[in-house]
């Protein structure tokens, strides 16, 4: 707990704090293979994003909390919360993916000193994004990925301009183009593209992209 003196001193900082492990968009390939590859102790519970909309996406439960102790705290804390198999978190996971949900890696750096969950988040329901995209919070780092976009595959359909979370693509002049400061790497007009005209590409001014082996 701070003092109000301390609490003061920290927001009136005119100078950017340094935030390792800080929360990250990952590409659903990393996803999957953080569930193929770290604990086998996987726990999902209800999304407090979606549950505190009026209307919100469903599923609820989209949470995954991997790996003890906080999997077993969860566990005890959350009515809401089951654990999962192997066979049926990968199967949520690729059923968010498959909605166009953007896949993020949380830690719990005042605890554990590590990463401890996977979000699936959704535009309309999820306050991390619209801190970011509304106010400009930078809530989530980039993962270190950005769209690309084959001019001549692309059908002009619309649905990478509505599933993009970030508002990074824009459709005009015959062509979409994507912007590159918006793009945040997630991969969700990737999977959203029937032509396959987008793909993601490694983009070293976009940061470091999450190393599932050193999750292990």
């Known amino acids: 707990m701070l003092v109000h003196d301390h609490a003061r001193a920290i927001v009136s900082l005119d100078h950017d704090v340094f935030a390792p492990d800080q929360e990250q968009i990952i590409p659903f390939p990393i996803a999957r293979d953080i569930i193929l590859k770290s604990s086998p102790e996987v726990v999902v519970f209800d999304c407090s994003c979606r549950l505190n909309r009026p209307v919100h996406c469903e599923p609820t439960k989209v949470c995954m909390i991997i790996g003890q ?37 949380w830690f719990k750096d005042a605890m554990l000193n590590r990463f401890y969950a996977i979000c699936n988040c959704c535009q309309c329901c999820c306050v991390g994004i619209q801190a970011m995209v509304q106010y400009g919070v930078p809530v989530l780092l980039s993962s270190g990925y950005v769209a690309q976009i084959d001019a ?60 599932v082996r050193a999750l292990a």
Not at 75 to 87: F, G, K
Not at 169 to 176: A, I, R, S, Y
Not at 181 to 208: F, H, P, Q, W, Y
């Open 69 to 105: 102790p906080i999997s077993g705290m969860v566990l005890e804390q959350q009515p809401s919360a089951r654990r999962l198999t192997q066979a049926e978190a990968l199967e949520l996971l690729e059923a968010e993916h498959a909605r166009g949900h953007v896949h993020t890696a």
């Open 152 to 211: 001549e595959k692309c059908a002009h359909c619309g649905d990478c301009l509505a599933i993009c979370a970030f508002h990074a693509l824009t459709d005009g002049d015959g062509d979409v183009t994507r912007n590159w400061e918006n793009c945040m790497g997630c991969g969700a007009c990737e999977v959203k593209c029937s032509t396959g005209a987008i793909t993601l590409v490694r983009d070293e001014r976009k940061g470091t992209p999450l190393d």
